[in-house]
């Protein structure tokens, strides 16, 4: 098992899980989408991404990360947007790998670190995030506009 930066020729095994990953949060299958969608944060240079690639080649996982900043520590911040290990390799520390990854690209990127959120009833990245010592925010809140509803 392998981590590394996903590159173009990685689109359609990409696509693919990421397809999978917009499912597991009830939305649509659409491979066209979102194959579209991860070519222009590539090509656009608008997010960083990390797969998790197999002896034989194929992508198990994923992490997209997004750039913002933090005016407090006058440094980059990242945004850990969206991770996924594919149902047939979870419990085999690909998700475990893909978040060390982060980690090192995010002091190599001089930023004060990084950031997520998931839905309380996902137990498995609840699971995952204090297993390779995140830290849960108690004491914010998290608030949310969406322009869809």
């Known amino acids: 098992m392998k981590i590394r ?4 020729n990685d689109l359609d095994q990409l696509s ?15 491979i066209a989408s979102a194959k ?13 991404i990390f797969v998790a690639e197999n002896e034989d080649f194929s992508i198990a996982g994923f992490v997209q990360l997004y750039p913002l900043f933090s005016s407090t520590r006058l440094k980059r911040l990242w945004l850990l947007n969206d991770l996924f290990v594919n149902e047939a390799y979870r419990g085999k520390k690909y998700g475990e790998l893909l978040i060390e990854e982060v980690k090192k690209f995010a002091k190599t990127t001089i930023s004060c670190g990084f950031i ?9 990245g609840n699971n995952l ?14 608030y949310f506009w969406d322009n869809e509803e």
Request: glycine fraction near 4%; proline fraction near 0%.
């Open 5 to 8: 930066k996903a590159n173009l």
């Open 16 to 30: 693919k899980l990421f397809d999978a990953y917009r499912g597991f949060y009830k939305y649509a299958s659409d």
């Open 36 to 48: 579209d969608f991860l070519y222009q944060r590539m090509v656009n240079k608008e997010s960083e």
């Open 116 to 124: 997520l959120e998931t839905e309380k009833k996902n137990l498995i």
């Open 129 to 142: 995030y204090l297993k390779v010592g995140l830290n849960l925010d108690k004491e914010h809140n998290f």
